[in-house]
């Protein structure tokens, strides 16, 4: 029986020469490749008498997996034996005998192989970055999720930059493979691989933990970060004007859950949330309910939601507002209603407006700098004549809990 | 020598040595790599890489044409616009040469 042998290379498509080095050491070793899989391309070894053989990456002329029968005899015929394709971009060729002349004596034209697949190899880089900036593009259409997940999402951006510099790497390495081919300089078949093997086994285990728990363990520390308690339970200030302040009827009861269906004894639904990261020292988001006493009328009589936040600087603020308010906004079921955003008159902010939703639900965003209080509000008061109470929130310096 | 960007203006050393070997015979690869050994006394050891680029290029530019295939080996030959354009290269370095000659003796 063979003995064989099964490595991972990940060497990348743009360092043929480093990969002929290493496959080169490997027969040294008495290894000889004898085909490389698709993916992660596993070459597939067998043990023989060690020899000095070469092996040589020809750029793939076209875009067949196999080359022709034609040109497989041609470089037989010059005693180059053809092995395997090496991804879609090389084929692979070894010479047994060490007077065998080398597949090129004319870098002028190598570099017409290389010039047609550094465009190729250009244009799936380009596509590769575009799905990249996709990606990197969420967290700034949904801010708030940073603030969520600061971690994760710290991560998740390292891991797509590393990916993308990866790439841009490999695309520059061609065109500088082309551009020396084309200056009339041979290619070097020698080139230390261990430094390139280490870089690209990193980003691959990087990859494989962002896959892995590991992604959830961030996600389970995010959440750690935040402490949910009964807001009747905390005696320090909070960014919050309390529901009663905006007017509360006798038929009303403010209690953690349902009086009447008593659903859901677990859930309060009087509590404030507090969490602090690098991202946001300070954040509450304060969620108040009345229910009516009444069971004949809808189990929530009035509500009110804030969210405030102190960040790291006032650009975050900004988006993180206008992200939250939007979301708050939404109205469920009804695609496409856009609030009508009215500004307010309110000095010493930089943002202040107010917005008008279906029903009777209302939204207030206020902004100070890097400090920022989103109100959703539902119930009979208006919002507009309690700006002044939320104006107020910021006079006063909160600590987190 | 560089290589011509769009057509065969200038060639470069090998694609001229690889013109010159047609220029009596009908040759296949290995034939062409023979005679440019030999040309060459071994300087330029013709490979297979280098060799199927510029036939496919000058059967694609009109410089060469088959003539046979037996079985995988094919065979060449030059055309009317090839031998155009080898005459062109050797008058080009001829009056390079010319030249250089000239000015090592006012050189001197």
Redesign the interface.
């Known amino acids: 029986m063979k003995h064989r042998l099964y490595l991972p290379t990940f060497l990348p498509v743009s360092f043929p020469d480093a990969m002929e080095t290493f496959l080169e050491d490997m027969a040294k070793k008495g290894w000889f490749l004898k085909k490389v899989g698709y993916f992660l391309s596993f070459c597939q070894f067998e043990k023989g008498t060690p020899a000095p053989v070469r092996y040589?990456l020809?750029p793939i002329?076209d875009t067949v997996r196999t080359p022709s029968?034609?040109?497989v005899?041609?470089?037989e015929?010059?005693g180059?034996k053809y092995l395997t394709p090496f991804s879609h971009f090389f084929f692979i060729f070894v010479a047994e005998n060490p007077d065998t002349?080398?597949?090129?004596?004319?870098p002028?034209?190598?570099?017409?192989?290389y010039k047609r697949m550094c465009r190729n190899f250009s244009v799936f880089g380009l596509a590769a970055l575009v799905l990249l900036v996709i990606f990197l593009g969420i967290p700034l259409y949904h801010p708030s999720f940073l603030l969520e997940r600061p971690r994760f999402s710290a991560f998740a951006l390292v891991t797509l930059l590393a990916f993308a510099v990866l790439i841009l790497w490999s695309v520059l390495r061609l065109w500088k493979i082309y551009r020396n081919l084309?200056q009339g300089n041979p290619l070097s078949h020698h080139k230390g691989y261990l430094n390139i093997l280490s870089l690209q086994t990193i980003v691959l285990a990087l990859f494989v933990l962002f896959l892995l728990p590991f992604s959830d363990k961030l996600v389970e520390w995010d959440e750690n970060d935040q402490i949910t308690q009964s807001l009747t339970t905390v005696e320090e200030p909070l960014p919050y004007v309390p529901l009663a302040e905006m007017g509360i009827s006798p038929d009303w009861v403010q209690t953690p859950y349902d009086p009447i269906t008593m659903g859901n004894e677990n859930s309060d639904s009087n509590y404030i949330r507090s969490r602090t990261n690098f991202l946001a020292p300070i954040t509450f988001h304060i969620s108040q309910t009345a229910y009516h006493t009444d069971p004949n009328l809808p189990a929530v009589a009035t509500s009110m939601t804030s969210y405030y936040g102190e960040m790291s600087n006032s650009f975050l603020a900004k988006i993180v507002g206008m992200d939250l308010a939007n979301l708050y906004a939404s109205t469920p079921g009804i695609s496409g209603y856009k609030m009508e955003k009215k500004p307010l008159s309110l000095s010493g902010f930089s943002q202040a407006y107010y917005g008008d939703l279906l029903g009777n639900a209302q939204i207030l965003l206020l902004r100070q700098e890097n400090r920022v209080l989103i109100v959703h509000y539902a119930g009979d008061a208006s919002l507009k004549d309690h700006v002044e109470d939320f104006a107020k929130l910021f006079t006063q310096s909160y600590t987190p809990l | 020598?560089?290589?011509a960007k769009k057509s065969l203006e200038i060639l470069?050393?090998?694609?001229f040595y690889v013109l010159m070997a047609f220029l009596k015979t009908d040759m296949c690869?290995?034939d062409v790599?023979a005679f440019i050994d030999q040309k060459t006394k071994g300087r330029?050891?013709?490979?297979?890489?280098?060799?199927?680029?510029?036939l496919?290029?000058f059967q694609s530019e009109g410089l060469l044409e088959e003539t046979e295939i037996q079985?995988?080996?094919?065979t060449y030959r030059i055309t009317d616009r090839g031998r155009r354009i080898y005459a062109e290269e050797v008058e080009r370095l001829r009056r390079c040469l010319l030249d250089a000659e000239e000015e090592a003796h006012t050189a001197l």
């Open positions: 040589r020809e002329p029968q034609e040109m005899q041609f470089y015929d010059f180059w002349p080398e597949i090129h004596c004319d002028l034209v190598q570099a017409k192989g084309s | 020598m560089a290589l470069t050393e090998t694609m690869g290995t790599a330029i050891q013709m490979g297979p890489g280098t060799l199927y680029t510029i496919a290029k079985g995988r080996k094919r």
